[in-house]
Every structure is written in C-alpha cells, then in structure tokens.
C-alpha cells in the first residue's frame, strides 16, 4: 500500500509538472509573437490574462492604460505549496523535499513575469524560468533555496534614472546574484525596440524541466541567448549547473 502511495504521488507530481511546463510553453510562444516595440496596455493585458495571469494593486491602486503591473506565476506542485501559504505545514520538510526529489526526476521550478504599463505603453518587462533546487552555498552549515535558471529585461526608455543593460541595447550575462540571496542565471537585458532581438531572447526550451536525469544547461534552457553569450565570451561551455 505504501509503494502505491509513492507511485501515486511520484505520477501526480510528474504530470502536473508536464502540464505546468506547457502552459509556460504557450506563454513563451505568445511572447515570440508580440511587437514589444509597439506594444501597449491591450496586447499585455491580453497575453498576461490568457495565460493565467493578472493585474496587481501595486503601485496603482487601480489599473489603467495609464500605469497597471500585470504579473504571471506558472508553478509546480512544491512551489505552489509555499506560494498558497500552506508551506508552514511542512516545516523543515519542505527543503528537504526541494532536495530529494529531483533525484526521483521530480523538479521544482516556476515561470513568473511582470510587465509594467505606463501611458498606454509596455514600460518594462521582467520574465524568469527558474529550477528551484537546495544547495549548500560556500562554507555554510545549511543549505539555501537557490534559483538556476534564465530571465529576461526588457526595457522601453533607455534614458532611465537607472541606465538598464550597460547602457547597450542587448547584453547578456551570468548573474550569481547576492552573498545573502544566491542564484545562478543566464540574464538577457534587450531595449523594446525594431532593432533588437527580443523573439530571439524568448527562444526557450523547457522540456528540460522535466528531464528525469539532470538539471537544464544554460545552452538547453536559452540556445539563443547562451549562443550569443558564448559568442562574446570566445566560448563558456554549456551553462552547466556548476560551471
């Protein structure tokens, strides 16, 4: 009876994450297809709505074309746990979990997005793909809760305050993220313009996500972007986990 429990709960957390995995893929597709150099308060409401997603009452207390966030979560079974506020129930269970199961081919990973309208227009635009794993980072005693994955800026006013992507239209890079918050991410930052290639930073695989052996590789996860990357950087490998 106990081994068609686990088999029970292995089938459920497998296929939820299949099915997670190609609603993402939808929403990538629906991002390929839109003119983020033109796009205004319609088209990202439609695609952020269609896709599961909605306006929040940050920092607007209502949302309008003329200032609205709209975000997206896509997540698996163990992540929706702790975004639902249940995780207490769990205690020390929870890392655990984010660390054993993927040695049974069960991962955890979200897809999340935020886009920012002003005056009509698509503002800014942050977009993540992240595997969720617990890791022991340098010489601590505990491990952390630390994000692998790709994400992807997009901006529409390159004379912001705070000059997003290196003051470049395209850059790619590794980000390790903060001694106290750690990750490990390929980061695409690209101007919302006809000239950048921002179909080409939304070429994302995620099948790897599901993969029952090992984690997504960089090269895997953003072929484009890590191409791109690699190019500038006279070839870095494939992105894996601990290069």
């Given at each position: ?17 299949v ?17 983020f ?14 896709n599961g ?5 940050r ?25 639902s ?13 984010y ?34 794993r617990?890791?022991?980072?340098d ?10 994955g ?65 984690s ?11 191409a ?10 494939t ?5």
């Amino acid at each position: 009876m106990l081994l068609v429990a686990i088999a029970g709960s292995w089938l459920f957390l497998y296929f939820d994450s299949v099915y997670q995995r190609r609603r993402a893929e939808a929403f990538f597709a629906d991002l390929r297809a839109l003119d983020f150099s033109t796009a205004g308060f319609p088209e990202v409401r439609d695609i952020i709505v269609r896709n599961g997603g909605r306006a929040t009452e940050r920092p607007w207390p209502t949302c309008t074309p003329e200032g609205c966030v709209f975000e997206l979560w896509i997540v698996t079974g163990l992540p929706r746990i702790e975004r639902s506020g249940a995780a207490g129930f769990l205690g020390d269970e929870a890392l655990f979990l984010y660390d054993a199961l993927p040695y049974i081919g069960v991962r955890s990973w979200v897809v999340t997005a935020i886009f920012e309208v002003r005056n009509g227009k698509l503002q800014r635009s942050q977009t993540a793909a992240w595997e969720i794993r617990a890791e022991r980072q340098d010489s601590r005693e505990y491990k952390d809760m630390v994000p692998y994955g790709y994400e992807v800026e997009t901006w529409r006013d390159s004379a912001d305050s705070f000059p997003p992507c290196h003051n470049e239209g395209y850059y790619v890079f590794i980000d390790h993220g903060l001694k106290k918050i750690p990750k490990n991410e390929l980061h695409t930052c690209v101007m919302q313009s006809a000239e950048m290639p921002t179909k080409r930073v939304f070429d994302v695989n995620l099948h790897c996500f599901n993969s029952l052996f090992r984690s997504c590789r960089f090269d895997e996860l953003a072929p484009s972007a890590w191409a791109d990357y690699s190019a500038k950087n006279a070839g870095a490998g494939t992105g894996g986990p601990h290069e």
